[in-house]
């Protein structure tokens, strides 16, 4: 059993930067890939960013791409979500995701495809 517990979300303006921390604890006996979804109000969670276990590989949703980098720390059990030149557009709850991968270079895009799930963090992007 994973627990993951976002934090780095607040109030930005337009043009500026945030960087989303998730923190891994519990069981890790299984390698794990990561996920970055957000949801704004009245809309269905959707995927923004996604990593493969080990880095190997990456996903960024088109709203997002080369604005947004995906990263994780594995001696600390973290992956990151760095946001720059940040839109209104932009505004939502930020939840991390993780599911088990079997292999290296594997991303997962949909949301049945991850079992644990953290409680989000409010990222707010004023003009």
């Known amino acids: 059993q994973v627990t993951l517990v976002e934090s780095g979300g607040g109030l930005v303006q337009a043009g500026g930067s945030l960087r989303l921390s998730c923190a891994a604890s519990?069981?890790?006996?299984?390698?794990?890939?990561m996920g970055w979804f957000r949801q704004a109000p009245g809309k269905e969670r959707q995927l923004v960013a996604a990593i493969s276990w080990g880095g190997d590989s990456n996903f960024y949703a088109d709203s997002v791409k080369g604005r947004f980098t995906i990263s994780g720390d594995n001696a600390k059990n973290t992956v990151y979500l760095q946001m720059n030149t940040l839109k209104p557009e932009d505004t939502a709850v930020y939840y991390c995701?993780?599911?088990?991968?079997?292999?290296?270079?594997?991303?997962?895009?949909?949301?049945?495809?991850?079992?644990?799930w953290g409680q989000g963090t409010q990222v707010t992007v004023s003009s």
């Open positions: 995701a993780a599911a088990i991968s079997g292999a290296r270079g594997l991303v997962f895009t949909k949301r049945y495809e991850y079992e644990w």
């Open positions: 519990g069981r890790t006996f299984s390698s794990y890939a």
